[in-house]
């Protein structure tokens, strides 16, 4: 059973930053390759960064590239996404996903798991 938790959202102004963070139930890292989406009101769900499982490597959307960061701790069952210099444009639920699939994945449908969300609102 994989259990997401995900926290750390907030309002902030424009350029400002937050840390989302992202429970997982154990041994999850180990066997998911994990990721960010975000869904803005009126609009569908939208990748912004993926870790994949094997060797850890990270993909970004256009949009935030540069910007924010994935990252995650194995030992603590932790993933996070730093996001600095915020826009007002970045406002929206902020959701935790894993994939038991292998290599890059940023469709929504190939991650079965996911968070309950967290809102992040930056105001201009």
């Known amino acids: 059973q994989v259990n997401l938790q995900d926290s750390g959202g907030g309002l902030v102004q424009a350029g400002g930053s937050l840390r989302l963070s992202c429970a997982a139930s154990?041994?999850?890292?180990?066997?998911?390759?994990m990721a960010w989406f975000r869904q803005a009101p009126g609009k569908e769900r939208e990748f912004v960064a993926t870790?994949?499982?094997?060797?850890?490597?990270?993909y970004y959307s256009g949009s935030v590239k540069g910007r924010f960061t994935i990252s995650r701790d194995n030992a603590k069952n932790m993933v996070y996404l730093q996001m600095n210099s915020l826009r007002p444009e970045d406002t929206a639920v902020y959701f935790c996903?894993?994939?038991?699939?292998?290599?890059?994945?940023?469709?929504?449908?190939?991650?079965?798991?996911w968070g309950q969300g967290t809102q992040v609102t930056v105001s201009s």
């Open positions: 154990e041994r999850t890292l180990s066997r998911c390759s």
């Open positions: 996903a894993a994939s038991v699939l292998d290599g890059r994945r940023e469709m929504v449908p190939e991650y079965a798991y």
């Open positions: 870790i994949t499982r094997v060797g850890g490597f990270t």
